[in-house]
């Protein structure tokens, strides 16, 4: 039904930066919001940043100033820059979209991409 490929993951240098892009496919209706969640090795997944179809964000504390997140609605696109990134962000990123289809409407998730930050 819906498909979200991400993109952009790899490895990085500390204070360096990465574009992470997430495409949704299907019979979308509409998309409510997206956003990506990252979940680091025995740690719980959790909020880097979402972003609603006409714009409003959030960001989650560790992030705000380094991270920004956009939309293209037309596309059904989520970006994620990515700058002065830090060991800590190394995770693996998933994209979600909550997505309209014709009968339904839920929560998808991509496949993640890895992110790691090292010298």
């Known amino acids: 039904q819906v498909q979200l490929v991400e993109s952009g993951g790899g490895l990085v240098q500390p204070g360096g930066s990465l574009r992470l892009s997430c495409a949704a496919s299907g019979s979308i209706l509409s998309i409510n919001d997206m956003g990506w969640y990252r979940q680091a090795p025995g740690k719980q997944r959790r909020l880097v940043a979402d972003?609603?179809?006409?714009?409003?964000?959030n960001y989650a504390d560790s992030v705000k100033g380094r991270f920004t997140i956009s939309i293209d609605n037309a596309k059904n696109t989520v970006y994620l820059q990515m700058n002065s990134l830090k060991p800590e962000d190394t995770a693996v990123y998933f994209c979600?979209?909550?997505?309209?289809?014709?009968?339904?409407?839920?929560?998808?998730w991509g496949q993640g991409t890895q992110v790691t930050v090292s010298s």
């Open positions: 979600y979209g909550n997505i309209v289809l014709a009968y339904s409407a839920g929560d998808y």
């Open positions: 972003i609603t179809s006409g714009g409003t964000t």
